[in-house]
């Protein structure tokens, strides 16, 4: 009995090896169907590009993609972006947009990095002026300027002239670098500003002082600020008659109002002699 179990075991081993390796030949003797996609040629970085430099031969390369899922506004030729200037950053392996190239005629450097409408000021800067260092390419920042009106020492006044201004360079970096928090000594920084904000930081940086102040990036607030003299720095103001509103704004403080009681009536009263004694008795 036991003869037979390991018989009919064997048998069935030996034939579903047989239709196992029957099967795998037959499935490697089956032509490859191969599906071809169609590709399209797009111009990628070969490396990272930094804003304002300019493309050459070496700094791009030409890879397929699928055909109808390429981002809009790529290059198909490497000879259609050489010579152009970058002003937004690129990683390797970006396609190359139009939106982040300038034009042909634009050329390299900083002049096509700045948008349209806009103007790029300098401005001289020190240790102080510069927060440190900590003033990069990309921060925002506001510009504090000190002067006085009327050429009198009593009347300068600090105010805030323009806020949320983007530093465009630092020096002669238009990129924060690899460690955007080392402070970098500079003398000049270049900020980005409209014709109007240019008129009032050219006239800022002439007739008084000015000072840097940075700001959070994600903070877009720009609250009015009446600027401050150096008479309420110190908390004095100057000496002269107090006006109506003064007056009003700080009351005399309430006299204590004594309440006079009058005096009450006498009331009549009576002698009472008991023996050797007298006594007064009031007649209620």
């Known amino acids: 009995m036991r003869s037979r179990i390991f018989a009919v075991l064997a048998i069935a081993i030996l034939a579903g090896g047989g239709l196992a390796y029957g099967t795998y030949n037959f499935m490697q003797n089956q032509p490859v169907k191969t ?27 030409v890879v397929q993609f699928p055909a109808g899922k390429t981002p809009e506004g790529t290059f198909a030729k490497v000879e259609e972006v050489i010579g152009r200037g970058v002003i937004v950053p690129i990683v390797k392996n970006e396609p190359i947009l139009k939106a982040k190239l300038a034009s042909k005629e634009a ?18 800067v020190n240790e102080v002026v510069g927060v440190a260092g900590y003033v990069l390419p990309g921060n925002r920042v506001d510009v504090v300027a000190t002067a006085s009106p009327t050429d009198q020492h009593q009347d300068t006044t600090s105010k805030v002239v323009l806020s949320n201004v983007q530093v465009l360079t630092a020096g002669t970096r238009i990129e924060q670098g690899q460690d955007p928090s080392k402070p970098v000594q500079v003398t000049v920084v270049t900020l980005l500003v409209y014709p109007d904000q240019a008129e009032r930081l050219a006239l ?16 877009q607030g ?16 100057p000496a002269g008659r107090v006006t109506q ?11 204590p109002v004594t309440q006079t009681v009058p005096n009450a009536p006498a009331l009549p009263t009576v002698e009472v002699i008991r023996g050797d004694k007298r006594a007064t008795e009031v007649i209620r």
């Open 35 to 61: 599906v071809n996609t169609p590709t399209q040629a797009v111009v990628v970085a070969a490396g990272d590009l930094q804003l304002g430099s300019e493309l050459k031969k070496e700094d791009v390369t």
């Open 107 to 124: 050329g390299s450097g900083l002049p096509p990095v700045i948008p349209e409408g806009m103007r790029a000021v300098s401005v001289r």
């Open 204 to 219: 800022a940086s002439t007739e008084g002082k000015i000072q840097l102040a940075l700001r959070n990036p994600l903070d």
């Open 222 to 237: 720009a609250p009015p600020t009446p600027g401050i003299k150096t008479a309420g720095l110190l908390g004095t103001a």
């Open 245 to 255: 509103s003064a007056s009003m704004a700080r009351p005399r403080a309430a006299q």
